[in-house]
């Protein structure tokens, strides 16, 4: 029978690790296996991660363009077609994500008007189209804003165009 303490791995399956730099009896002697000279013998003794023998490395060679904004908010689109999945009548960031209907995080909620909805809906979000208020409205529902804070530091000098 099998059972834990019995089991052991075939045979050549494992090997003794190499004693490096242990007398020449030991078929690892002196230089360790890494020859007699040369970079590579010295301690320290590599290239730099990336480094293609003074030839122009790759990272180098390709192109760079633009850059990701670690300010940029991430905005959830919801339509009105996928609020049929929702259990609530309330839709939100957070009742959203819990119906699945959003997956990640998101900073802010834009609702889109397309399709049709039966249900009154109480909506918070960020910002709402014309088309999907009139629907929101024409089925009963209310619509609460949620104020997008305006950002931080002094507002930027508008500079009147020449010749104006």
């Known amino acids: 029978m099998l059972t834990l303490n019995t089991i052991k791995a075939h045979p050549g399956a494992t090997h003794s ?25 010295r301690s320290g003794g590599s290239v730099r991660p990336g480094f293609e023998g003074g030839q122009m490395p790759l990272y180098r060679r390709v192109p760079k363009r633009g850059f990701t904004n670690i300010h940029a908010r991430s905005i959830g689109v919801v339509n009105l077609v996928d609020l049929a999945r929702l259990s609530g009548t309330v839709v939100s960031l957070d009742s959203l994500r819990e119906a699945g209907i959003l997956k990640g995080r998101f900073d802010r909620l834009n609702v889109l008007g397309s ?8 909506v918070h979000a960020h910002k709402v189209s014309e088309s999907a208020k009139d629907k929101i409205a024409k089925a009963g529902g209310t619509i609460e804003m949620i104020a997008i804070p305006r950002p931080k530091g002094k507002p930027k000098k508008r500079v009147k165009p020449a010749g104006a």
């Open 115 to 122: 399709g049709e909805i039966k249900k009154a809906y109480t």
């Open 17 to 41: 690790r190499k004693r490096l730099g242990r007398g020449s009896g030991s078929g690892h002697g002196p230089t360790a296996g890494k020859g007699d000279k040369g970079q590579l013998a």
